[in-house]
């Protein structure tokens, strides 16, 4: 997807760099330091404009929260958004999720979140989307053994994808669900601004699952 840039991106991010990180390997076993307190790691890869990293921070300030975004002008966005407020418990990185397992350590993540994630319809463009084997390789080898995956999306064929490389791969699933907005998880589930926007125009789709041994 190609995104406009933004003239100011770069230095936003420049100047803003106890809250954002752009040479991820160098900070390899290191993560905790950049927050107020050592907890437990959850990561989200290709943050949006930031509403749910943002949001579920402040639900959860036990837990500590990395974004990871590949685009400079997506993730400058998110950024200049979170520091209208900004939470100890956030971080976010300037990178490719394709290397998490050159930024964590083994174990390291307890939770991973893939929210509306782009479908890559093509066939010959499968290996890139982020539920593909190969990426769910990479996420195995960062996730703690009682970590999960938390992926939502609102298209199908992604979603249907994803169901079969998760079960083939194998991995055992916690929840699933076909319409999450008329669930009764809907109740604690945030919204990012892509979920806001398509919503209305046809189901939320969901699923939960950790890798089996």
Partial sequence: MRVRKKPWADKYIKDHGDYIVTDPKNWLGKWQQRFAKQQPLNVEVGIGKGRFIIETAKANPDINYI??????????????????????????????????????YQDEIKKIFLNFSDPWPKKRHAKRRLTSPLFLKTYQHVLADDGDIEFKTDNRGLFEYSLVTFNNYPMKFDYVSLDLHKSPENETNIETEYEQKFSPKGPIYKLIAHFTK
């Fill in 67 to 104: 974004g990871i975004e590949l685009q400079t002008s997506v993730i400058a966005t998110a950024l200049r958004t979170f520091m209208e407020n900004p939470l100890s418990n956030v971080q976010f990185v300037l990178t490719d999720g394709a290397d998490l397992d050159e930024l964590f």
